[in-house]
């Protein structure tokens, strides 16, 4: 077919689907409208390499998702370590083979900013981040200010900006005025673990992640309302920054009617890697070897809080405390 020709016939067909568009109802306004989608929750947490620990982290998911059903729910880790070496499992048969109840979402895992780009590509909605951690240290920060950045950015056409209702909610402990909120919440989730110590006569010790400044000083609350809560052998140490276990073993062996016994448990959402080893392992400076060095019988419970239905259920109210928020956003943005 000669060029001619072509355009003979091709150029009034596109002609008249211009010409009908142009005078269709659908003004430029309508044009750039956001088709609706399904509202979003992505749950960050900083991951674990543990194929046993995962467990954790998806009980959280399977709950969240049990009590908002109509929205999508994804899974986001922090951690760039943890993330690469999924990703280098992915292509890894013999270990998918031995692994086969591991989620297929969990080889490609993202970061949340990756999460939340995904989300909006398919058209902005309304977005629920829920942070997965203890408390407010140095993991939350970064993801609050990653939201709250988000939720800042502005286009010139209002209409197209990016993440127009996302917010986020609080760690388990949450924090206002250098104060934790929800205390008496996490005594209640922690009754468990308190009362299995109780009742062997066991001293409870539990390793928290911690940081060098943030968070010490609210472990030292969550002590002290435990205690009140369940007795006086409880005690609170972390991985990063002192009590470490000499420091508890001291506290012990110093304390009135000292216990003979202790039951070691992460405090932390997923029994991996520092329970595994810096908690209950066989090294020379694991707090469980520390303990039995120092004479006491130790006992462990190697299971994350995130497999602590009572406390996956704490983030569930934070989310459920949150929604509403943006949600009315959404609605006066709409109503505009």
Request: charged share 20%; glycine share 6%; aromatic share 6%.
């Amino acid at each position: 077919m000669s060029t001619r020709r072509f355009a003979s016939i091709c150029l009034p067909v596109l002609l008249l689907a211009v010409l009908t568009w142009l005078a269709s109802p659908i003004s430029q306004a309508q044009a750039f409208e956001r088709t609706p989608q399904k509202p979003a929750i992505v749950l960050a947490a900083f991951g674990t390499t543990e194929v046993g620990a995962l467990k954790s982290i998806l009980n959280i998911r399977d709950r969240v998702a049990a009590a908002f059903p109509d929205y999508d729910v994804h899974l986001a880790f922090t951690s760039n370590i943890i993330r690469t070496i999924w990703h280098e499992r992915a292509d890894d048969k013999a270990f998918k083979k031995a692994n086969p109840s591991i989620p297929a979402e969990i080889y490609d895992i993202k970061n949340a900013l990756s999460v939340l780009a995904g989300i909006q590509e398919d058209g902005a909605r309304l977005i629920l981040v829920q942070s997965l951690h203890v408390t407010d240290g140095e993991e939350y920060s970064d993801l609050a200010g990653l939201v709250t950045a988000l939720s800042k950015y502005d286009t010139f056409k209002p209409v197209l900006k990016p993440f127009p209702w996302i917010g986020i909610g609080e760690p388990a402990l949450g924090l206002k005025d250098g104060q934790p909120k929800y205390i008496d919440r996490v005594v209640t989730a922690l009754a468990p673990l308190a009362e299995q110590a109780k009742a062997s006569g066991a001293a409870l010790v539990l390793m928290g992640h911690g940081n060098e400044h943030l968070t010490q000083k609210v472990y030292g609350k969550l002590q002290a309302a435990l205690r009140k809560a369940y007795g006086p052998q409880i005690y609170i140490g972390t991985v990063e920054s002192p009590p470490h276990a000499p420091e508890i073993l001291a506290a012990i062996k110093g304390s009135a009617n000292a216990p003979t016994k202790v039951l070691a448990a992460p405090m932390m959402i997923v029994a991996g890697d520092h329970a595994l080893n810096d908690m209950a392992g066989d090294e020379e400076d694991s707090w469980v070897s520390t303990f039995k060095a120092g004479g006491l019988e130790v006992s462990t419970h190697l299971e994350g809080l995130g497999s602590n239905n009572s406390w996956a259920d704490i983030y569930v109210e934070h989310l459920k405390a949150l929604a509403p928020i943006v949600e009315a956003q959404k609605a006066k943005d709409e109503s505009k």
